[in-house]
């Protein structure tokens, strides 16, 4: 018997997380069955369970593409010691979020309501609530970097807590995901034009 090899293993399963992503974005988590997923992937009942046991192991698998930490962004922004603004930080985790996000190169779908959905089945989940407190805090904490290296340079008062300012920026951030989805008509430009007047710094 052939040996199946480990890039095999990964399209596989890539194949079934891509099924998945695509009918949670457009059908929800509850209205989505583990017999839809097995039908949208094209693979057999037995091959989708040899990599996931159920619903909630496929709901976890997509929730950390829709949780995407950008760690790429603030390795980018916080390289070799800069000094970005908060509005610039908060504009470009925006920008590289949303682009992620509707141009999943994995599943290839918009994975924006599928974010919102692991962050109310958060709350339900402790399974996504570990995943889901794991990407945030990370996220905060670049942020809370970035205030604290603005500070060193003298661009926010002595007396602010980095840490409070980070979980401020990540807010913002939050923010724009819900907005865009919830109000018609939200655009990244527009919004970030609004977070650069109100931090006062360019984006």
């Given at each position: 018997?052939?040996?199946?090899?480990?890039?095999?293993?990964?399209?596989?399963?890539?194949?079934?997380?891509?099924?998945?992503?695509?009918?949670f974005?457009?059908?929800?988590?509850?209205?989505?069955?583990?017999?839809d997923?097995?039908?949208?992937?094209?693979?057999s009942a037995?091959?989708v369970?040899?990599?996931f046991?159920?619903?909630?192991?496929?709901?976890g698998?997509v929730?950390?593409?829709?949780l995407?930490?950008?760690?790429?962004?603030?390795?980018?922004?916080?390289?070799?010691?800069?000094t970005?603004?908060?509005?610039?930080?908060?504009?470009?985790?925006?920008?590289?979020?949303?682009?992620?996000?509707?141009?999943?190169?994995?599943?290839?779908?918009?994975?924006?309501?599928?974010?919102?959905?692991?962050?109310?089945?958060?709350?339900?989940?402790?399974?996504?609530?570990?995943?889901a407190?794991?990407?945030f805090?990370?996220?905060?904490?670049?942020?809370?970097?970035?205030?604290?290296?603005?500070?060193?340079?003298?661009n926010?008062?002595?007396?602010?807590d980095p840490?409070?300012?980070?979980?401020?920026?990540?807010?913002?951030?939050?923010?724009?995901?819900?907005?865009?989805?919830?109000?018609?008509?939200?655009?990244?430009?527009?919004?970030?034009?609004?977070v650069?007047?109100?931090?006062?710094?360019?984006g």
């Open positions: 018997m052939p040996r199946v090899t480990e890039e095999y293993r990964a399209a596989r399963r890539a194949e079934i997380v891509a099924a998945a992503g695509k009918l974005s457009s059908n929800g988590f509850h209205s989505t069955s583990m017999a997923i097995i039908s949208a992937s094209g693979l037995g091959a369970y040899r990599y046991r159920s619903k909630e192991e496929l709901i698998a929730s950390e593409t829709a995407s930490t950008a760690d790429e962004v603030f390795t980018d922004l916080l390289a070799d010691g800069a970005p603004s908060p509005a610039e930080a908060v504009t470009k985790v925006i920008n590289a979020i949303l682009a992620r996000a509707t141009r999943d190169g994995q599943t290839g779908v918009d994975l924006t309501p599928v974010a919102l959905q692991v962050w109310a089945e958060a709350v339900r989940s402790p399974e996504l609530s570990v995943r407190n794991t990407a805090t990370l996220l905060r904490d670049h942020f809370a970097e970035v205030a604290r290296r603005w500070q060193k340079a003298g926010l008062p002595a007396d602010a840490d409070l300012v980070g979980a401020a920026m990540l807010g913002l951030g939050q923010g724009f995901l819900i907005q865009s989805l919830l109000i018609p008509g939200t655009s990244a430009e527009n919004y970030t034009v609004g650069q007047a109100l931090l006062g710094g360019q």
